[in-house]
């Protein structure tokens, strides 16, 4: 045994799990090792445990190895206890299944006594687990009663970890039990330690949405009350956002009367978190509380929003953007977004932050088909422009990949006059993702674009950027060449790439060559048979002779490719005998890709 503890202490375990599997060891000898003064000794065995129980047996799991667990909490490090809460949530089927399920409770319950957050947190996921297999009639029989001790528990952990326990077993259990969970909820919400009122409001709407609607307005309203009026700012945000099950739940009546005051109250908090939460589920408002309201006190709610004096709110406002009055007629909508909502965006684009600034280019174009074609023109055409310029990278590389969708409103003659030229610019962007954003766009553009007039303002630009350097940026346009070759043809494509290829191909610098072959690979797989072989494999059989071990193995693999489209007299002519000569090759990676081509072929 000590030898194989020195050995690291797995073969140990094991060796000890198959003896006890046939009955000669007592569980102290099985569980000694649990024992052992080496941390990560422990932290190994524990995360065997369902090993060692399904060697036990469940009899024996149930009144042996909980036991010792239990009594382990107190005595070991939070890692050991975070492993212990994470096992246990699995054990239902070692214990004897949902009938002895509830034996899982005792070692969880002490877990979830614990001061470290991090194994509380996964003591309660591992109560509720076993919460979700246990009868009504073993809820109110145990796991009511595990609620009530951490309730009424002397140190606040325990407490707090109760706050989570109430959703899972509320529903099932009877209702005089209902009644007396809802009062003990209600002494958490009163709690003198604010980590248990947070715990108690972050947990309140997942009880309210198991609730009945008569429960909620008698019990549960004035506990929301009471937390949004919390003077510790983590509570009342938590609280707020309980708002959404209270509107879910509750008539719009009833919602108007008990709940859009604190919502009305909570937007206008001196607290910028309360507001940022208010901001973060305006548009769940909006869909529970009915046209009207969101005409009269929401609308001016997140126009207020826009315009908070917090960045943070500002930018959760802006967010919300694309929501604003989405259950509206479309011509009521446009009204509200023109006069009340764009002026705000307008100086948003302007915002000192760039988050902000972020966040609204993001999602300004999805209010250009509320708007439609001449408004966007007027309004927002010049806003996108000004965001293309903006001097952080991230607001530019938001805007840009939004260029399709202002396409399809204003139209291609709109986005040449307006838009094109700070393509231009941006195409020498010093970010490379703002370029790589830029030239994932080529093909929607190209779709609506005459060829005549591609040609002459946007091929050079994309053939441009195979010479860039960053590897995603050359590799990107070779994907984005065959796109446009799919659009334009193949004709197009002889007359506008291979040129290209030819003169990328002859580059001193053997990236260029490498490109090339990146490129002609791209294309093998949609020219036609005359293309492939009169067009590119002369290109290809040339770098084959490529004095860059890289190049030429880059080449063979090409060849490969391209042997499929050409005839078989070609490839026995001019494709074997260049890979033949190839696999003789000093480098051995050409010598493996030639004879992985020659496979092929």
């Known amino acids: 045994r000590e030898r194989e503890k020195k050995r690291g202490g797995g073969k140990f375990v094991f060796s000890v799990v198959f003896e006890a599997a046939m009955g000669d060891l007592p569980i102290s000898v099985l569980i000694d090792e649990l024992k052992d003064e080496d941390l990560q000794m422990r932290l190994n065995s524990i995360k065997r445990l369902s090993t060692i129980a399904l060697a036990l047996g469940e009899e024996r799991t149930r009144s042996e190895l909980l036991p010792f667990l239990t009594d382990a909490v107190d005595s070991n490090e939070d890692e050991i206890l975070l492993a212990i809460a994470e096992e246990l949530g699995k054990f239902i089927p070692l214990v004897g299944g949902a009938a002895h399920a509830h034996t899982l409770l005792a070692p969880l319950e002490a877990l979830a006594r614990v001061e470290e957050t991090v194994v509380r947190d996964k003591a309660v996921e591992s109560l509720r687990c076993v919460a979700k297999e246990l009868s009504s009639e073993q809820l109110d029989a145990h796991f009511v009663g595990v609620l009530r001790r951490l309730v009424t528990a002397e140190w606040f952990a325990a407490r707090s970890s109760a706050c989570g326990l109430f959703e899972c077993c509320y529903p099932r259990v009877s209702a005089a039990t209902q009644t007396e969970l809802r009062k003990l909820y209600g002494q958490l919400c009163k709690d003198d330690t604010p980590m248990v009122r947070r715990a108690a409001a972050g947990n309140l709407g997942s009880l309210v949405s198991v609730s009945s609607v008569e429960h909620a307005k008698a019990d549960f309203v004035p506990q929301f009350a009471l937390l949004n009026q919390d003077e510790q700012d983590t509570v009342s945000l938590l609280a707020a956002a309980a708002s959404v099950n209270f509107c879910k739940l509750l008539s719009m009546e009833e919602a108007k009367e008990h709940i859009l005051p604190f919502i009305q109250k909570a937007a206008s908090s001196r607290s910028w978190r309360v507001r940022y939460v208010i901001a973060e589920h305006w548009a769940e408002f909006q869909d529970t509380l009915g046209d009207v309201l969101v005409k009269t006190e929401l609308i001016p709610m997140i126009v207020h929003l826009l315009a908070d004096q917090e960045a943070e709110v500002r930018t959760q406002a802006a967010f919300r953007l694309p929501d604003i009055g989405k259950n509206m007629p479309p011509a009521e909508r446009k009204v509200i977004i023109s006069t009340n909502v764009l002026p705000h965006v307008h100086d948003l684009c302007s915002d000192g932050s760039a988050h902000v600034r972020v966040a609204v280019a993001s999602v300004l174009l999805s209010v250009a088909p509320v708007l439609g074609k001449d408004k966007t023109q007027e309004a927002l055409v010049p806003l996108y422009i000004k965001l293309l310029k903006d001097e952080f990278p991230d607001v530019r590389l938001s805007i840009i990949s939004r260029l399709d969708k202002l396409q399809e409103v204003v139209g291609i003659d709109a986005v040449c006059s307006a838009v094109i030229p700070e393509i231009i610019t941006l195409a020498e962007d010093t970010q490379w993702r703002v370029r790589l954003a830029l030239i994932e766009q080529i093909p929607s553009l190209a779709k609506n674009f005459p060829v005549d007039q591609f040609d002459q303002r946007l091929t050079p630009l994309t053939m441009n950027w195979l010479n860039d350097s960053i590897y995603a940026i050359r590799e990107s346009t070779t994907v984005i060449v065959r796109a446009l070759v799919d659009v334009y043809g193949l004709g197009w494509a002889k007359k506008s790439v291979i040129p290209h290829v030819v003169a990328l191909g002859s580059e001193k610098a053997y990236l260029s060559r490498l490109t090339t072959l990146l490129l002609i690979s791209s294309l093998a797989e949609v020219v036609d048979k005359d293309m492939a072989t009169k067009e590119l494999l002369p290109i290809v059989l040339r770098l084959t002779k490529d004095g860059i071990p890289n ?47 020659l496979a092929v072929c």
Do not use: C, H, M, W
């Open 551 to 597: 190049v030429r193995f880059n080449a063979a693999r090409v060849l490969g490719k391209l042997a499929v489209k050409i005839d078989k007299a070609v490839v026995a002519k001019d494709v074997k005998p260049t890979l033949e000569t190839l696999k003789k090759d000093s480098d051995a990676d050409v010598q493996y890709f030639s004879t992985q081509a």
